[in-house]
């Protein structure tokens, strides 16, 4: 009984003692501070949380000073600093989502089910491109030409009616017949020029024969001059490939025009586009296949995928 008396008391006094530290009524004193103690633990705090709020808001002031209004990065290809100096390109289309790391299009020929994902992710791409030959509000989109680059704050027009051949949306893209197409762009780089070739004489040794002889017809075309273009060529990466790849043909054009660059954030800009088709890629072959895009200050680096890009085609 003495054992459960002294608990007892314990509890009280632990219970009158925490009672006291809310409010100690003989030195008015709330969780162990007086008010004027309260007051001035909260004039510090308020202080000191206001210089630090007027220190981050001047140094984000001195932040934003520094930031392009056009929403235009600091360092770019074009404005120096910047290590990004080398486009990438891209193809479409990429694989379905479970296979987001694969480079391969494999499709069943004359299969509609099989082929339904390629052309509905290629018209997809291409939608922003439908209808372009309306100017929209807001945007400056003009015709552009050798003789006739954008002027500031203009965009060039590319509509995908300049496709040719099997590589149209009406077509399926060639995916229900022989001859499947890819899609190619070069990533956006703001700022970022291409140098391209004056000269025969300043065409790289290891550019293809078949497009040292392509740039060589649209010279003699063009009254003697090298068309301004990023030039593009693709064929199969190793021996057997070139093989099996079969005749390939390119629209709009063999590469992507110099007037349509550089880009500048510009709203309304759509990125030029080449259409490869494949005549007759040989069935049930593995096809690896690379394309380069060409220009004198484009490198070209397969381990980080500069200035090309690789992918497969198997055609069952």
């Not at 808001?57 to 100096?85: C, E, W």
């Not at 509000?137 to 965009?155: A, W």
């Not at 780089?189 to 391209?196: A, G, K, N, S």
């Not at 790849?245 to 990125?271: C, D, E, K, N, V």
């Amino acid at each position: 009984m003495a054992d459960n008396n002294e608990l007892y008391k314990n509890i009280a006094d632990r219970d009158t003692g925490f009672k006291k530290f809310i409010w100690n009524s003989d030195k008015k004193q709330f969780l162990g501070r007086t008010g004027s103690s309260w007051f001035k633990i909260g004039v510090f705090y308020l202080i000191f949380y206001a210089c630090l709020a007027g220190f981050f808001a001047i140094m984000l002031a001195v932040f934003y000073q520094t930031l392009d209004t056009n929403h235009l990065p600091k360092y770019t290809p074009g404005g120096g600093g910047s290590l990004l100096r080398n486009p990438a390109m891209g193809f479409r289309p990429l694989p379905r989502s479970e296979n987001v790391e694969s480079t391969l299009i494999w499709y069943k020929n004359g299969d509609n089910d099989d082929i339904k994902h390629w052309v509905d992710t290629l018209n997809e791409f291409i939608k922003p491109y439908e209808g372009t030959s309306d100017a929209i509000s807001g945007q400056h989109i003009t015709d552009c030409s050798e003789d006739n680059f954008p002027k500031e704050r203009e965009v060039c027009r590319f509509q995908d009616s300049w496709l040719k051949d099997k590589c149209q949306k009406a077509e399926s893209w060639g995916y229900n017949r022989e001859s499947p197409c890819i899609l190619l762009k070069l990533n956006k780089m703001i700022r970022w020029v291409p140098e391209v070739y004056e000269t025969l004489e300043e065409l790289p040794q290891d550019m293809p024969e078949s497009l040292k002889k392509h740039i060589e017809k649209r010279m003699t075309e063009n009254q003697g001059r090298i068309p301004k273009m990023i030039w593009v060529s693709c064929e199969g990466e190793n021996p057997a490939d070139q093989e099996y790849i079969g005749p390939i043909r390119y629209s709009p054009w063999q590469g992507f025009p110099a007037y349509y660059f550089p880009y500048m954030h510009t709203p309304g800009y759509l990125s030029p586009i080449v259409a490869v088709q494949f005549d007759s890629p040989v069935s049930n072959v593995l096809i690896n296949i690379e394309c380069r895009a060409w220009a004198k200050n484009i490198k070209h680096d397969r381990q980080n995928r500069l200035g090309l890009v690789h992918f497969e085609l198997l055609k069952d």
